[in-house]
C-alpha cells in the first residue's frame, strides 16, 4: 500500500499506550542486489520472544510485497498474511530466523525515504520510519540490532559502496557488478541504517581520538565538488575534539564517512558512521557560500557528529521521546558554534530563530510540548519546538545546575543509558541522580506547551533606597491544554543605576517557581534599571514597566551583551507596536539608540550588525492580537527610512570602514561584511542617489558571495535597473550550480516589492524550479512564506499560491508538502478579510482526495 493513500480517519499513536516490543531483532544480515530500477532486498532476521506472550511476529511494511518468506531455512505458504502493511508470522518457538524478499524501485522513490536515487547515486533515508520502506522490520527505536550488509551493484556505475560501521570484505560479481559487505558492531534501532553506492570522490582525512585511536574521516561527494568539502572536514575535526573536551566523548569506530546528496527532505542524518547530508550543509567555497552558509555546515557537521552519543550510542524508546536526543544535541551544536565565535552573536541568532519559527508554533494550532502525547504523523514533528525548544530545556538545566554539575548529569546519562533506548524522563532522572537538585517542578517543561508570559516590575523608593521587584507568570493554554500549572523559570537579572550604569545589584540567578513572586533590594542608593532573562536564561516572554528612556539606557550600557541586544530589540518593538496601533512613531529614541551604538568603540562589527536591525515585520505581528501586514509594513518601513536618512552619514562611515575588507572567513571579517551590507539597506531605503549604484559594485566587485548576495538583497527590494542586471548577471553566473541558484529564488521571493506574489507565481513555471527537489521548494515556496508582506497580499494570490504548492507537492513528497502548511495554519491570528481567505484555502486542500497523512494532520489540526 502507498503511504500516499489516505486513511479515511488516520490512527492516532498516542505516547500512553507505549508497550515494549514483542520480539527482538538481535540480528539482521541484508543482502542488496543494487538497481536504480529494479531493487532486491533479501533480510535474515535473528528474532526472540521478549517476555511470555503468544503473540505473532508483527513487520511492518509500507509499500512493500513479500517475494518469498521463510522461517527457520523453510518458505512458508500460510503462516503468514498482511494487516495492512504488516506482515505477521504465527511463530512457534522462543526464537527463530525469518527470511523475506521485496522488490523495490529506487528511483521513481520521490518520497525520499527508504532506499532513493538522487543524482546518479542510490542513497537511503530512514529516521523517523523510512526503513519499512526497504525490508519487513520492527520499525521501531526501541528494537535494537547488529547489522550485517552485502551490497551488489554495477561496478561502474556504482563503484563507491558504503554503509554503516566498518567495511569486511569486497570482490568483483558477475555481468560487471562488483559487492561490499559491512558489519555495524554498534546494536542500532533501524532508523539509523544506512547505505549510499554511487560514483562518489572522496575528501579523506584522520583524526586520533583522546584515548589514541585512530579514526579514518572521508566526506563523499561527485569528483566535481571536492574542492568544497574543506570546511565541512575542518568542522569534523574541530568537533569531534570538542565532544571530548566538553562533554569527555570518543569516537567509537575506525571509519567516520559522510555523503553529500542533492535531494534531501531535511539538512541531515546521523546514521550510525554514516551521516548522510543535504549538500547545502556540506558544500562551501568563499564563492558560492555565504557566511551564514559557512557557520551552517559547521553547526549541521557538529550535530550529526554529537549525535553519535546522544541519538545513537543512547537512542530513543520511541518517538515522543525524540526531543531527548534533538533538543540535546542543539544544545551541544549551540555551545560548539558559540565557541567558534563570539558567544554573545551566536546566542543572538539562536533566539532570533526561535522567536521566529517557535515562538509561532506555540501560540498556534500545530503548538505541542516537547514530549508531545500524541501524532498522526511523526515526521511532522520534527519541528522548532521539540529541537529548538528542546535545546533550551536542556539550556535551562544547565544555567540552573552550572556547568559542571551539568556535566556530571550527562556522564552518568550516558554511563547509565548506553546502548539503550531511554527516554525523557531517564536524562531528567540522570540530572537529578548526579546532582541531587531535585527537579520535580521542572519536569512540567517536558509536558506543558505555550510560550510562558513572564510580568516583571520593578518599583523603586528612592528616599528608603529599596527596590521591590514583582514577578509573575502565565503559561497561556494552548490546543488540549486548557489550564497550565507555573513552571520553573530561571532568570539572570541584575539592577543597573542609573545614570552611573554599575550594577547596583549584582548579578543572580532568581528561579521563578510560583505564579507570583516578590523581591526585595535594600540599599540601592542610584535609580535602578532591570536587567532580566539576561543571555536569554529562559524560552519566555517578558512584559516590564521600563519605558523608552530605561530601555535605551540598557542599549547603551547593560555589560551583558544578550541583555544589550535585547533591550533596544524592545524599545524598536514597543515603537512598532505603538506606531501600528497610533498610526504615529515616535523616532527620535530609535534612532538615538543606533546611533550610540554604531558609534560605541568597544562593541565589534557583528554584535553592531545585530543590535541596529529592526526586528522583522512577522515578529512585530507576533506582538500583536491582530495583524495587518500592510499597517505593519508601513510604520517598520517609515521607521527604517528615519534611520536611513537621519544616519545617513553613520550609514556611510560604517560602509567605508568595511570597504577594505578581503575575504576571510573569521569572526571580525564576517562581522564587517555584516554590517557592510546592513548598512546598504539603511543608505537604500533613505533613498540616497547613489545607493543603487553602492550596490552594483559591491555585487561586482565581491570577492565572496556574502557581500554579493547581501547586495542582490537589497537591489531585489528595489526598481532600480541594477535590479535586473544584478539577477540576470546572478542567474547567468551561477545557473549551474543548485545551491547557489537557490539564492536566486530566495532573493526574489523574499523582496518588499508589491508585486512579489505575482513574480512567485512566474518563478513556479521558470524551467530550473521543479518540485522534485526540496530545497528548490524551500528555496522559493517556503521563503516566500516567510515574507508576511508579500505572502499576505490583499488579494489573497499568496495564500491561493501555496494552497497549490501544498497539493502537488504532496503528490510527489509529503513530508515536505506538510512543511509547507503552518503558515496557513496561521489564519487566526490575521485581520477577518485575510482570516476567512487562509480558512478557506485550508479547507480547500483538506477536501483533495488521496490526501498524505503528513498534509491530513497539518490541515485538519490548523482547521480546529
Ligand atoms: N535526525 C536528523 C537530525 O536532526 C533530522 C532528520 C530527521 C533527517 C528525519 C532526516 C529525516 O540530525
Ligand atoms: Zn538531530
Known amino acids: 500500500m502507498d503511504a500516499n493513500v489516505a486513511l479515511a480517519t488516520p490512527p492516532v499513536i498516542r505516547r500512553a499506550d507505549y508497550q ?91 518520497q525520499l525515504m527508504g532506499l532513493y536515487a538522487s543524482g546518479g547515486l542510490l542513497c537511503t533515508q530512514c529516521e523517523a520510519e523510512g526503513f519499512r520502506r526497504i525490508t519487513f522490520f520492527p520499525d521501531r527505536p526501541d528494537v535494537l540490532s547488529r547489522y550485517h550488509v552485502r551490497m551488489a551493484a ?28 559491512w558489519h555495524d558492531p554498534f546494536p542500532k534501532p533501524c532508523y539509523l541504517f544506512a547505505l549510499v553506492a554511487g560514483d562518489l570522490a572522496a575528501n579523506r582525512d584522520h583524526f586520533v581520538t583522546r584515548s589514541g585511536r585512530p579514526v579514518d574521516l572521508a566526506i563523499w561527494v561527485r569528483e566535481a565538488d571536492l574542492p568544497k568539502t574543506a570546511h565541512a572536514m575542518q568542522a569534523l575535526k574541530t568537533s569531534m575534539a ?252 541584575a539592577l543597573l543605576g542609573e545614570p552611573s550604569g554599575k550594577e547596583v545589584v549584582a548579578e543572580q540567578l532568581v528561579v521563578l517557581k510560583d505564579a507570583q513572586a516578590e523581591l526585595l533590594f535594600e540599599g540601592v542608593a542610584e535609580r535602578p534599571v532591570l536587567s532580566i532573562n539576561r543571555g536569554f536564561s529562559a524560552p519566555v516572554v517578558i512584559e516590564s514597566n521600563r519605558n523608552a528612556t530605561d530601555l535605551a539606557f540598557l542599549s547603551a550600557n ?29 523616532h527620535a529614541p530609535v534612532v538615538e539608540a543606533i546611533a550610540k551604538t554604531l558609534a ?22 507576533d506582538q500583536l492580537l491582530v495583524v495587518d501586514p500592510d499597517a505593519i509594513a508601513l510604520v517598520r518601513e517609515g521607521l527604517r527610512r528615519e534611520i536611513g536618512t537621519q544616519l545617513e552619514k553613520a550609514w556611510r562611515g560604517a560602509y567605508a570602514g568595511t570597504a577594505a575588507n578581503h575575504y576571510a572567513y573569521t569572526p571580525p571579517a564576517k562581522g564587517a561584511r555584516r554590517l557592510r551590507t546592513i548598512a546598504l539597506g539603511y543608505l537604500a531605503v533613505s533613498g540616497a ?15 565572496n558571495m556574502t557581500d554579493r548576495q547581501g547586495a542582490l538583497g537589497v537591489l531585489a527590494n528595489g526598481h532600480a535597473p541594477a535590479r535586473e542586471k544584478t539577477l540576470a548577471d546572478f542567474y547567468k553566473r551561477y545557473q549551474a550550480d543548485a545551491l547557489v541558484l537557490d539564492k536566486w529564488f530566495t532573493a526574489q521571493a523574499l523582496s518588499t516589492r ?26 522559493l515556496v517556503n521563503a516566500f512564506a516567510v515574507n508576511q508582506r508579500a505572502f499576505n497580499d490583499v488579494g489573497g494570490d499568496g495564500y491561493r499560491f501555496l494552497g497549490e504548492m501544498i497539493v502537488a507537492v504532496d503528490q510527489i513528497n509529503p513530508q515536505t508538502a506538510a512543511r509547507l502548511v503552518p503558515p496557513l495554519g496561521r489564519w487566526r491570528r490575521f485581520e477577518p478579510v485575510r482570516a476567512a481567505m487562509m480558512r478557506s484555502e485550508l479547507e480547500r486542500i483538506v477536501a483533495v482526495p488521496d490526501l498524505s497523512r503528513d498534509v491530513y494532520e497539518q490541515v485538519s489540526k490548523s482547521l480546529v
Not at 562551501?284 to 557557520?295: I, L, V
Not at 528616599?463 to 491544554?481: D, E, I, Y
Open 242 to 493: 570538542w565532544d571530548e573536551r566538553v562533554y569527555g566523548r570518543e569516537y567509537d569506530l575506525a571509519i567516520f564517512n559522510i555523503v553529500a546528496v542533492a535531494d534531501f527532505n531535511f539538512g541531515a542524518m546521523e546514521n550510525k558512521g554514516l551521516n548522510i547530508f543535504n549538500s547545502r550543509y556540506i558544500l562551501a567555497d568563499p564563492d558560492t557560500a555565504t557566511d551564514a552558509d559557512f557557520d551552517a555546515i559547521a553547526g549541521v557537521v557538529a550535530h550529526e557528529y554529537f549525535h553519535n552519543w546522544s541519538g545513537n550510542r543512547v537512542t530513543c524508546r520511541d518517538w515522543f521521546q525524540l526531543s531527548l536526543k534533538e533538543g540535546f544535541t542543539v544544545f551541544r551544536d549551540q555551545g560548539f558554534s558559540a565557541d567558534q565565535g563570539s558567544p554573545a552573536v551566536k546566542r543572538i541568532e539562536d533566539v532570533k530563530m526561535l522567536r521566529a519559527a517557535q515562538f509561532p508554533e506555540d501560540a498556534g494550532p500545530l503548538a505541542h510540548p516537547i514530549r508531545p502525547e500524541s501524532y498522526i504523523e511523526i515526521s511532522n514533528f520534527y519541528t522548532a519546538t521539540i529541537y529548538n525548544k528542546g535545546a533550551e530545556i536542556v539550556r535551562m538545566l544547565h544555567t540552573m545546575l552550572g556547568a559542571a554539575r551539568f556535566r556530571q548529569g550527562s556522564d552518568l546519562y550516558f554511563d547509565r543509558h548506553d546502548g539503550e533506548a531511554a527516554t525523557c524522563e531517564d536524562f531528567v532522572a540522570a540530572m537529578e541522580d548526579a546532582t541531587g537538585e531535585d527537579l520535580a517542578q521542572f519536569r512540567l517543561w517536558y509536558g506543558q506547551a505555550g510560550t510562558p508570559r513572564i510580568r516583571a516590575d520593578l518599583e523603586y523608593d528612592a528616599p528608603g533606597g529599596r527596590a521591590r521587584l514583582l514577578l509573575s507568570q502565565l503559561v497561556p493554554p494552548t490546543p488540549g491544554q486548557d489550564a497550565k500549572q507555573p513552571m520553573p523559570i530561571p532568570l539572570r537579572l
Open 689 to 703: 542617489e547613489d545607493a543603487d549604484d553602492m550596490a552594483w559594485r559591491q555585487y561586482i566587485d565581491a570577492d
Open 600 to 621: 560605541d568603540p568597544a562593541l565589534d562589527q557583528a554584535f553592531i550588525a545585530e543590535c541596529v536591525l529592526l526586528p522583522s515585520e512577522a515578529f512585530v505581528g
Open 20 to 110: 515494549a516490543p514483542d520480539w527482538l531483532v538481535p540480528e539482521i544480515a541484508l543482502d542488496f542486489a543494487l538497481d536504480p530500477a529494479l531493487t532486491v532486498v533479501k533480510a535474515r532476521l535473528t528474532v526472540t520472544r521478549n517476555g511470555a506472550h503468544g503473540r505473532p511476529l508483527r513487520l511492518d511494511g509500507d509499500g512493500l510485497d513479500p517475494v518469498s518468506i521463510a522461517v527457520d531455512g523453510e518458505m512458508l505458504a500460510d503462516a503468514w498474511r498482511m494487516d495492512g502493511p504488516v506482515l505477521v508470522i504465527d511463530l512457534p518457538g522462543d526464537a527463530h530466523v525469518v527470511e523475506t524478499e521485496v522488490r523495490l524501485s529506487p528511483e521513481t522513490n520521490s
Open 754 to 779: 508589491p508585486d512579489t506574489v505575482a513574480a512567485v507565481r512566474a518563478l513556479a513555471a521558470h524551467p530550473d524550479f521543479t518540485l522534485a527537489n526540496p530545497n528548490r521548494i524551500r528555496s
Open 558 to 586: 547593560d555589560p551583558d551583551p544578550f541583555a544589550r541586544f535585547e533591550a533596544m530589540q524592545q524599545l524598536m518593538l514597543d515603537t512598532l507596536v505603538a506606531g501600528v496601533a497610533t498610526g504615529q512613531v515616535d
Open 154 to 181: 554495477d561496478k561502474t556505475r556504482f563503484p563507491v559502496l558504503l554503509a554503516n560501521g566498518d567495511p569486511v570484505a569486497q570482490g568483483d560479481g558477475p555481468d560487471g557488478t562488483h559487492w561490499a559487505e
